[in-house]
């Protein structure tokens, strides 16, 4: 009987600039790899416009469906930055100016000698009860309602506010995994490793493939959370690579010899 902790996320990237190419997304592989390596499986990312119904909708079905939902984007000072109004909504509550954050962006721009402004204020709303991250980069701060913890879209800013929310996360059991290299391309592996596959429903078998040259491989990645399991499946693995080789040395010899 299995004893793993699974614990499930998703991302909710946000902004119109990520669906229209303008701006290249860098916060979706650095999340995916912080939370691997905490022991969270990310399960799903979704990217919406800058849409108060599209959040709404999206978020609502992630929040629902998984344990935590990391958003980024749309929470800065323009008139497209919606996101703390879409996610009260979601909620059903009030979007409000917060009082600590108001006295924190104040502050902060006294001593910038830069005037506080109505723009800058909005970065200071959200929904009623939520909780501040910090943002040790540009103060601001982001905020957790709920299951859901929304950060700002700047990856230097979204980083740092990760940082600070991950020691607070529930994590799960981590997911091993095992590479290992396969000089046939996978239309000599599919079949035999398919059966491997459902010879071993605790572990999780993909395969990349490469070519280079002329010439087709594989990387076959084998992943899951016991390491005797993975184990197991790779000894099959390395196990179906020696018989594909013996199978063409076979091959190449009858063809020789005729």
């Not at 491997?196 to 040259?213: C, L, V």
């Amino acid at each position: 009987m299995s004893h793993d902790t699974v614990v499930t996320a998703a991302m909710l990237a946000i902004g119109d600039e990520l669906l229209s190419g303008r701006t290249k997304d860098k916060n979706i592989g650095h999340l995916a790899d912080l939370l691997t390596l905490s022991g969270i499986d990310l399960k799903e990312v979704r990217i919406v416009a800058d849409d108060e119904e599209a959040i709404v909708e999206a978020l609502n079905a992630l929040r629902a469906r998984y344990d935590y939902v990391f958003t980024s984007g749309g929470i800065g000072p323009t008139h497209d930055d919606i996101t703390a109004d879409a996610i009260a909504k979601a909620f059903g509550l009030p979007c409000e100016y917060d009082e600590a954050a108001m006295t924190l962006l104040a502050d902060m721009y006294r001593r910038r000698e830069m005037e506080f402004t109505e723009a800058r204020q909005r970065m200071a709303r959200m929904p009623r009860g939520a909780v501040h991250i910090p943002n040790p980069v540009s103060t601001a701060p982001g905020f957790i309602i709920g299951n859901v913890y929304v950060m700002a879209g700047v990856p230097q800013v979204f980083q740092a506010m990760v940082d600070n929310v991950l020691p607070t996360l529930r994590t799960g059991t981590p997911v091993l995994s095992l590479a290992i290299a396969c000089p046939y391309g996978e239309g000599d592996i599919g079949t035999p490793l398919a059966a491997i596959q459902k010879a071993h429903p605790d572990t999780s078998i993909g395969s990349y493939p490469r070519y280079i040259g002329q010439k087709f491989s594989t990387e076959i990645v084998v992943r899951g959370r016991s390491q005797p399991a993975i184990d197991a499946a790779g000894a099959e693995v390395h196990a179906m690579i020696d018989a594909i080789r013996r199978n063409k040395e076979i091959a190449e010899n009858h063809s020789a010899e005729a």
